[in-house]
């Protein structure tokens, strides 16, 4: 394989391209119950089931963000970078869920951070959901509930009404496959509700009714006064057709339509609706299996016409390739969306890793080919990168993350400049070491280090913080790069 995204090292970054770094709420904030904050589904689900969580730790406390943002401005100002995006915790704004009961200490703590980083000339961006569902919302359905769609809506408003002077992007939903595929048909993220074949698709159809509600909202209200951009954050692997034969090329562009697409396809597409392909599959397989009418909900011709076109940017979340192939027979559980799609992916094991996340490949080429193929596929979207990183475990000196950083900038100045992708921001993730879900305290993905047993969550700044600033400052990748250099990945 040639891995590297492009053998020119010398290319640079436009003047007005936007550099930023991310973070959440429910994994880096703690304070989890305090200050009338109520229960998240993942709040309920650590810790009715702390087995779910490989340290058995919990984010009760995490990086006690809530305490120490003004700590975590200044390191956003030490970067250099242009935006810092993180996210707002529903249950903390709305404990109920609802918004006829707005918890002024959730509204005052936002507004807090909001200033401190106005007060450093940082811009900043908000992700309205990144997964933290109150757990009370959950408890009526959650988003398998068809409610959930004036909820969010509500929940929206409130944060319009009360940041949309300030905030000039807005995120509506962080990775709503994530949410959706793992979360209500698989049990990888909460609330691992694990209705495979039914409760992703019933969770889609709603989340993206409640994106579009957002959207119009704020079109409508918000950006006549304040100006402002709103957009959603896809996550999505670049897909390699495992073999070069047709049936493996045609497995991989599945994988997209279906995966990535099945969130970009209503929104971005010129014709808006799901994926033909995705339709046709759950369409045929229900049939086959009895179902009186298709597991995939159908929107109405003016549905799809409220659904497409919600957007001003493609935000795209992105760490990993995988090798895609046709299955041959039936493949995972019946019914399910892995079944309904009937692909297989795998990775090669000779890609380097090392990383404390097993499934973080260092594959650069696959970055700049994602980005081609969204720029094609979605009519020149401007995207912006608004995830990508890599996890070790543990340390300051992480020449591993200075090596995967220094990649993957490299192949997007190759998007940019050879493929003319049209992105126009990039990220890292994360600002911080954090809770990283599923993987606890293990995995830790910051530019700064995070000594989770200090009484003040000391943040430390890693090589990787210095590659990533200098970046930002000299618009450039350092002087002796190598393309080839993968020597960082092997233990
Ligand atoms: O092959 S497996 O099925 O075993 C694992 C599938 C690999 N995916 C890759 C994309 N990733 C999105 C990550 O999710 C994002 O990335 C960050 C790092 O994980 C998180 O901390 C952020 O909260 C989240 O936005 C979820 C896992």
């Given at each position: ?9 010398n ?8 550099f ?13 119950n ?10 309920h689900l ?16 995490a990086?006690?963000?809530y305490?120490?943002?003004k700590?975590?401005a ?26 006829n ?8 703590y936002y ?15 908000v992700?309205?959901?990144?997964w ?6 959950q408890?009526i ?9 004036d ?7 409130v944060?319009f ?16 496959m994530?949410?959706c595929?793992?979360g209500y ?14 409760a ?17 909202l ?9 100006g ?7 996550d ?19 994988y ?6 099945w969130y ?11 994926p ?16 009186s009418?298709?597991?995939l ?12 076109g ?6 795209l979340?992105h ?8 299955a041959?027979g ?5 019914p ?9 992916r ?5 890609w380097?890793?090392?990383?404390s996340?097993?499934?973080l490949?260092v ?8 980005l081609h193929?969204?720029t094609?596929?979605?009519n020149?979207?401007?995207i912006?990168?608004t995830?990508?990183?890599y ?5 300051v000196?992480?020449?591993?993350r ?19 992708s ?7 993730w ?12 293990v ?19 890693k ?19 190598d ?9």
């Amino acid at each position: 394989w040639d891995l590297s995204g492009g053998k020119t090292t010398n290319y640079t970054f436009p003047k007005d391209f936007l550099f930023g770094v991310s973070t959440a709420a429910g994994q880096i904030e703690g304070a989890w119950n305090i200050d009338g904050k109520s229960e998240s589904i993942w709040d309920h689900l650590i810790h009715t089931h702390p087995e779910f969580v490989k340290d058995h730790t919990n984010a009760d406390v995490a990086a006690d963000s809530y305490r120490l943002y003004k700590r975590d401005a200044e390191m956003v100002k030490e970067l250099g970078v242009d935006i810092y995006r993180f996210s707002i915790a529903w249950p903390r704004v709305l404990p109920s869920g609802f918004a006829n009961d707005i918890n002024p200490l959730g509204i005052q703590y936002y507004k807090n951070l909001i200033n401190e980083l106005v007060k450093h000339n940082v811009t900043p961006m908000v992700t309205i959901y990144h997964w933290d569902l109150p757990q009370k919302l959950q408890d009526i359905g959650g988003w398998t509930n068809v409610n959930m769609v004036d909820y969010y809506t509500d929940y929206a408003k409130v944060l319009f009404d009360n940041f949309a002077d300030q905030v000039k992007y807005w995120v509506t939903f962080n990775e709503p496959m994530q949410t959706c595929l793992e979360g209500y048909g698989g049990t990888y993220r909460a609330p691992a509700l694990n209705r495979h074949g039914i409760a992703e698709y019933l969770c889609t159809h709603n989340l993206l009714k409640a994106h579009a509600n957002a959207y119009h909202l704020y079109d409508k209200e918000y950006r006549p006064k304040f100006g402002g951009k709103i957009g959603m954050s896809l996550d999505s692997n670049w897909a390699e057709p495992k073999t070069n034969t047709t049936r493996d090329k045609d497995a991989a562009e599945l994988y997209l339509q279906t995966h990535v697409g099945w969130y970009a396809h209503p929104v971005y597409s010129a014709e808006g609706n799901y994926p033909p392909d995705l339709i046709r599959l759950v369409d045929a397989k229900s049939a086959a299996q009895n179902y009186s009418r298709s597991r995939l909900p159908k929107f109405t011709p003016e549905e799809v016409t409220h659904i497409r076109g919600t957007a001003d940017f493609f935000g795209l979340n992105h760490y990993t390739t995988y090798l895609l192939s046709m299955a041959d027979g039936e493949v995972g559980a019946i019914p399910s969306h892995e079944n309904d799609v009937g692909i297989v992916r795998v990775q090669d094991p000779q890609w380097p890793s090392k990383s404390s996340s097993a499934w973080l490949k260092v594959v650069p080429f696959g970055f700049r080919r994602l980005l081609h193929w969204i720029t094609k596929t979605y009519n020149g979207v401007p995207i912006i990168v608004t995830e990508n990183g890599y996890a070790d475990f543990d340390g300051v000196e992480d020449a591993a993350r200075v090596s995967y950083y220094s990649h993957y900038l490299n192949a997007l100045l190759h998007a940019l400049h050879e493929d003319k992708s049209s992105v126009h921001g990039y990220f890292a993730w994360s600002l911080m070491d954090n809770f990283e879900w599923d993987d606890g305290y293990v995995s830790r993905f910051g530019l700064y280090l995070v000594d989770f047993n200090s009484p003040n969550k000391t943040r430390t700044a890693k090589q990787s913080a210095r590659l990533y600033s200098g970046v930002v400052r000299s618009r450039g990748l350092p002087p002796g790069y190598d393309p080839q250099d993968f020597k960082a990945f092997s233990s």
